[in-house]
């Protein structure tokens, strides 16, 4: 989950459906669907505002089946909250992400960090945003 204040919304991962789906912070009435079209499941979500004030959700998928772990590799996707358009992608390489667990911003939205667990690692990313 994460809060746009700026925006008074709060926006939930909708993991199995790859998407997120957002709600205004005056009584939870759904606002706004955004779905990256690659994205087949949403785990984490940060927001980040930016100098714009336009704002930009950071959201990392998962593997699309748990018990399938070293399936498939997923990615993170940069959002624009206003737009909806998929602005950048970011993933781990070659080797990609295998259970991402977390992610956080810098706070001039320049990199991000992705936690994994199993094996237990730190990613540190540019996100092509300057």
Not at 9 to 36: H, I
Not at 38 to 45: I, P, Q, S, Y
Not at 49 to 61: P, T, V
Not at 100 to 108: E, G, N, R, S
Request: proline share 3%.
């Amino acid at each position: 989950m994460a809060l746009a204040e700026n925006k008074n919304l709060v926006c939930v991962a909708d993991r199995e459906n790859g998407r997120v789906q957002c709600f205004n912070t005056e009584g939870g009435k759904f606002q706004k669907s955004l779905k990256p079209q690659e994205a087949t499941t949403l785990r984490k979500l940060k927001y980040f505002k930016g100098d714009n004030f336009q704002g930009n959700l950071y959201a990392i998928g998962g593997p699309e089946n748990f018990g399938n772990l070293y399936g498939k590799t997923t990615q993170g996707y940069i959002i624009n909250l206003e737009t909806g358009k998929l602005i950048n992608t970011f993933n781990g390489g070659d080797e990609g992400f295998k259970m991402p667990h977390d992610i956080a911003v810098t706070q001039d939205g320049s990199f991000v960090y992705v936690v994994e667990i199993n094996p237990f690692r730190i990613w540190k990313l540019s996100t092509g945003i300057e």
